[in-house]
């Protein structure tokens, strides 16, 4: 069973590397979110300001519920930036909205291909597994988004939920 694929010299994006090493050290959940918002920042700069208008568009319609108009601008964001992954997490997130979850789920996988330190698209991932009944994927899933964001309350709390369920009960 594969979760999802990551290149072997896949390099976290946009300079990001220092903010992720320091997320991954982060000692309280209010650092970790600072953290997470300069890294998310960071990520959805694509170097062209008509594709980060596309991709602001996207999220902006996800916002107001507009989840037809999300996957418009974030198929053409996707279309002309195939390289850039957080275009890929942001329209991950609107198929997932529009309980498309196979689409979904490949969107998350062109984000971790392209940034294998997306700890939010594993999140997707974790819960897309979850939702299918994987529950050990989603396990999974869960642990890598903690090793590379501690202090996320629902991911611990998604893990509290599956431990019983995949590991089993302790004799």
Not at 25 to 53: F, H, M, Y
Not at 88 to 108: I, N, P, S
Request: glycine content about 8%.
């Amino acid at each position: 069973m594969v979760m999802f694929s990551i290149p072997v010299a896949a390099q976290a994006v946009d300079g990001a590397e220092g903010l992720l090493e320091e997320l991954r050290t982060a000692e309280s959940e209010v650092a970790a979110q600072r953290l997470e918002r300069q890294i998310i920042n960071a990520w959805s700069k694509s170097g062209s300001p008509a594709r980060d208008l596309l991709l602001t568009r996207g999220r902006d319609a996800l916002e107001v519920g507009d989840i037809s108009g999300a996957m418009e601008h974030l198929q053409a964001l996707t279309d002309h930036a195939p390289e850039f992954a957080e275009g890929w997490h942001a329209l991950a997130l609107a198929y997932f909205q529009a309980e498309r979850l196979g689409l979904a789920m490949d969107a998350l996988e062109h984000t971790l291909a392209l940034n294998p330190h997306h700890f939010g698209a594993l999140k997707g991932v974790g819960a897309i597994h979850q939702a299918t009944g994987n529950p050990a994927l989603a396990y999974a899933a869960y642990e890598r988004v903690l090793e590379l964001r501690p202090h996320d309350p629902e991911v611990e709390q998604a893990l509290e939920r599956l431990e019983q369920e995949v590991k089993g009960t302790a004799l």
